[in-house]
């Protein structure tokens, strides 16, 4: 306290009254979010029983790092990884993979989407260490050899990016539905987009280009 | 469906064609480098301590902790480092006025106390980790003297209502002069007298958060006395010289680069306090810093569209001539004016009696700020739903009424072009707006009723200077320089294309250098509707300087190349310049539970000539979703006892997601008045200012009771219903 004097200047203020972060009002840290409401994100996310070792999910303490094998884009890395990193940071500032976006951080906006084991997950919302033997595809491993898949290429004729922020997440739940339902109508497409926001609100485009895709033979 | 009408235009070689983003690539694949991507060696992170307190005075602050933890670099709070954010607050809310920011009343700092809303910065941490940071954002320890605090702007003038600063919470004019901005034609008293029935109404808007996708993020590297910033601007030239200023720097020692990034619709214009902190914490530190905010912070630390409360009174003769209009009203700032506070669309009416006041009022909120059309949509949102009222009240189809009292060219003020006629008409046509809209609003049987909106307006397409170079080698590739950055509209891509026309060569053998102010001229921003028209314009002139020179001089050869550069100051000879549209919507509400589902949505702009259709196109679709939004879901609510902000964030704001999309029908009617480059006007901005107001007079067609608060919310109609 550097400035006692000042304190005698203290309105009637309520001892009860508890100091509240405004930007973590319920004083939550992010681990406890993450368990708190991690099977909710991940069934929203549409994967299910992954089998997320507990013991891995528990707070270790900020030097704890784990080793884990895990494949993105078809290359197998053996790595530590930091207890607290999510899969999005385990992309992104350990592999690089900088295509994956954060836009929230906090499973709203899907901006992050990548497929573990073939299904959308939010990055933001997954620990690094629960990839732990899983397979990872981000938007880096759609093309192939230069050659766009035909969602991605439908992006590009149907002027499917604005701002291109949210492109990367949105490409990536277009090929999970692709890979399931070769045609999709525009209504299944917006069914399965709906977690995957965009305020440049080019929703029409998007939805357009994944049906277009669709009707030229689906993902590659 | 899209549709182009071009009669009497001649066909062009590249404008006019549907071109894929010369970017597009890049963007499909993840190879777009945005701000939070770039990663410097020895880069370290940083992250905002903020108040969460509405108002309160800072005691004390001990950041001894947070200095010991392992990591830490940095920690800097508003006793050490007192750095003024110019553009965070202006006399007037005048943002691109130097001699206004230096005279300003009440200033900004990077760090402030006392904190005067919910999210006002305190301090800042740079560690070598992003967590480290957080954690020794959390160990720092402030004790608070909190004040009494205000929300609403009408509560803020009272006499008795806490004060967000001394001077009281009327906002101070360009001047410095604490007065409402009024603007009063001819005479309303008189007009009021003339009129056969008066009317009047109050009308509320709220709080709209821009909600870009990409957070606000800054890297800042110090390579001597020079900064150079990896910022998410979409403005680079302005972003510079407000760093400049605020850090006591000459422009040509701030390099500000922006590759890509991730939307603003207005909340990157200017430099934003990330700027200004990431680059004070580098330089303490001696090592690249990147400031990244979270959603939430930039929720609340950044700004959105300000909140208003509009009183109308409205003077007309039983033959349907408005004769008197007159509009009080307040604007809720925030505790820092960033914007004016406007409130346009009484000036799209052609009433020769009209009189304004607007008061900016300080508040205990968030600050509000630039979004999309920054006075328009709230606007015309108020003074068209009144005028749909009166229309209804006396018997006559809105459509009518407008067509009798819009705005036309007069002697004294006359248009480059003016299509307002034929844009309403043929919107009405191909909407059948006479075989959708309930002529007895609220007539539908039982409780899903079904009415039809509409809404029209006229929006600056002004000319300006900017600048371009463009330069051509002996293999005749012609490189364009242009200050621009690509914030979703497709800037690259359409000065690219404007490029290639005037130089009558394909696309494909013009590369455009973008987005580095080291590296190109001066351009206007993308902001203000200015990019397509102003840059446009100075690239048609280089492109034409250019072609000149290699008619004199033949086309280079070896290692020679010619450039040509031009700064255009061009003029629309006294005339105003003008884009226009009409929307028009039909919704069908369902009074039990009070949603409101959007069945057809026909929009018709005149922009001029159009470069790019489909980039055009999604222009006018997103700026309409984005209205509909505005209309029907967004706010941010605070509680009222506590003065805590309850709905930061997609969810709580409830904005519009995949499934909540109509089909959005668009239509351009095509024109060249001769002022634009190749007749090209404006389209970013002026899709979301029809929305709001098109979508609020369809549910009151449908329900039979005027919505006289945005956003209608289910609530709302339920209790109108009840």
Not at chain 1, 120 to 141: M, R
Not at chain 2, 195 to 201: G, N, P, S, V
Request: glycine residues 10%; contains cysteine; charged residues 20%.
């Amino acid at each position: 306290m550097r400035d006692k004097k000042k304190q005698g200047n203290k309105p009637d203020q309520d001892p009860a009254v508890k100091y509240v972060d405004p930007l973590n009002p319920k004083q939550q840290s992010r681990r406890d979010f993450l368990e708190g409401t991690g099977a909710a994100v991940v069934a929203g996310a549409g994967i299910s029983a992954l089998g997320i070792p507990k013991a891995q999910a528990q707070s270790t303490g900020s030097d704890s790092r784990t080793a884990i094998n895990v494949t993105v884009n078809g290359t197998s890395h053996s790595m530590d990884v930091d207890d607290r990193w999510t899969l999005a940071e385990l992309l992104r500032d350990e592999l690089d993979l900088t295509g994956t976006k954060i836009g929230c951080n906090r499973s709203e906006c899907g901006a992050c989407t990548v497929l573990m084991n073939g299904q959308p997950v939010y990055s933001c919302s997954q620990l690094a260490v629960w990839a732990d033997g899983a397979t990872i595809q981000t938007v880096e491993g759609l093309a192939q050899n230069g050659e766009l898949t035909p969602v991605q290429q439908a992006f590009v004729v149907n002027n499917g990016p604005q701002c291109g922020f949210c492109t990367p997440g949105q490409l990536m739940t277009a090929t999970a539905l692709l890979n399931n339902n070769p045609t999709p109508s525009a209504e299944d497409v917006k069914e399965a987009l709906v977690g995957n926001l965009c305020r440049c609100s080019n929703y029409n485009a998007i939805v357009e280009a994944v049906v277009m895709a669709g009707e030229e033979g689906g993902v590659a | 469906m899209s549709e182009f009408t071009r009669e009497g235009l001649e066909p062009l070689a590249t404008i006019g064609n549907d071109t894929p983003r010369i970017d597009a690539i890049e963007r499909v694949t993840g190879q777009a480098k945005y701000t939070r991507d770039w990663k410097l060696p020895g880069m370290l992170y940083a992250k905002v301590l903020r108040s969460p307190h509405p108002h309160a005075r800072i005691v004390s602050i001990d950041t001894s902790e947070a200095d010991a933890l392992p990591g830490v670099q940095t920690v800097i709070s508003y006793e050490n480092a007192q750095v003024v954010w110019g553009a965070g607050s202006v006399n007037g809310g005048r943002q691109y006025n130097d001699p206004t920011k230096e005279a300003t009343i009440h200033r900004r700092y990077i760090f402030n106390n006392p904190v005067r809303f919910v999210g006002d910065s305190i301090a800042a941490v740079a560690a070598t980790d992003r967590h480290i940071a957080e954690q020794a954002v959390s160990l720092i320890k402030v004790e608070y003297e909190q004040l009494p605090f205000v929300l609403e702007p009408e509560e803020a003038l009272a006499d008795d209502a806490p004060q967000v600063y001394a001077e009281g919470n009327l906002c101070p004019d360009f001047r410095g002069e604490f007065a409402p901005m009024v603007s009063d034609i001819g005479d309303t008293e008189a007009g009021f007298a003339e009129a056969d029935q008066i009317f009047e109404e109050r009308y509320e808007t709220g709080f709209i958060h821009n909600a870009q996708m990409e957070p606000r993020c800054s890297l800042a590297h110090w390579q001597g006395d020079k900064l150079v910033l990896y910022s998410p601007s979409q403005g680079i030239s302005n972003c510079r010289h407000d760093t400049a200023r605020d850090l006591g720097l000459e422009d040509h020692q701030v390099q500000v680069i922006t590759k890509y990034m991730g939307g603003g619709f207005g909340n990157k214009n200017q430099n934003q306090d990330a700027d200004v902190i990431a680059a004070t914490l580098s330089r303490r530190a001696g090592a690249p810093v990147m400031l990244e905010y979270s959603r939430r912070e930039d929720w609340l630390g950044v700004h959105g569209r300000w909140p208003t409360v509009q009183y109308y009174k409205v003077g007309v003769k039983d033959d349907g001539e408005v004769t008197a209009m007159e509009l009080r009203a307040f604007s809720g700032m925030g505790p820092y004016r960033k914007n004016s506070g406007g409130i346009s669309g009484m000036d799209a009416y052609g009433c020769p009696n009209r009189y304004r006041e607007i008061s900016p009022v300080y508040t205990n909120r968030t600050t509000s700020g630039n979004f999309r059309a920054p006075s328009e949509p709230h606007g015309f949102y108020g003074v068209e739903n009144m005028m749909d009222e009166v229309a209804y009240q006396i018997g006559m189809d809105p459509v009518e009424f407008t067509l009798k009292n819009m705005r036309r060219p007069t002697e004294e003020q006359q248009f480059t072009n003016y299509t307002l006629d034929e844009v309403i008409q043929n919107g009405a046509e191909r909407f059948n707006w006479q075989g959708r809209r309930r002529v007895t609003p609220g007539s539908d049987e039982g409780p899903i009723k079904r009415g039809a909106g509409f809404s029209f307006m006229m929006f600056r397409a002004g000319v300006g200077t900017s600048s371009a170079i463009v330069r051509v080698n002996a293999n005749q590739e012609y490189t364009l320089y242009v200050g621009v950055t690509d914030i979703g509209p497709g800037a690259k891509t359409t000065m690219g294309m404007i490029a290639a026309e005037a130089l009558e060569v394909p696309l494909s053998q013009v590369e455009v250098v973008w987005g580095d102010t080291d590296r190109c001229p001066y351009s206007v921003g993308e902001s203000g509707s200015r990019t397509t028209i102003m840059t446009g314009i100075a690239v048609v002139e280089a492109a034409e300087d250019l072609k000149r020179q290699i008619a004199d001089r033949g086309m280079p050869s070896g290692s020679d190349v010619l450039i040509a550069s031009a700064s255009p100051t061009p003029t629309t000879d006294g005339k105003t310049r003008q884009c226009f549209g009409a929307h028009f919507v039909e919704v069908e509400v369902d009074t039990r539970i009070g949603s409101t589902k959007i069945l057809k949505y026909t929009t018709v702009h005149e922009s001029g000539r159009i470069i790019n259709p489909s980039t055009a196109r999604d222009q006018i679709r997103g700026a309409t979703i984005q209205g509909i939004g505005q209309a029907l879901h967004e706010n941010l609510l605070y509680d009222p006892k506590t003065g805590q902000p309850l709905t930061p964030g997609y969810y709580r704001a409830r904005h519009l997601t995949h499934k909540d999309i109509p089909d959005i029908d668009v239509h351009f009617i095509e024109t060249d008045d001769g002022y634009g480059p190749f007749g090209a006007k404006t389209a970013g901005e002026s899709g979301i200012i029809l929305a709001p107001a098109a979508v609020a007079n369809a549910v009151a067609n449908a329900i039979g009771r005027r919505m006289t608060s945005l956003p209608i919310t289910r609530d709302k109609i339920l209790g109108a219903m009840a």
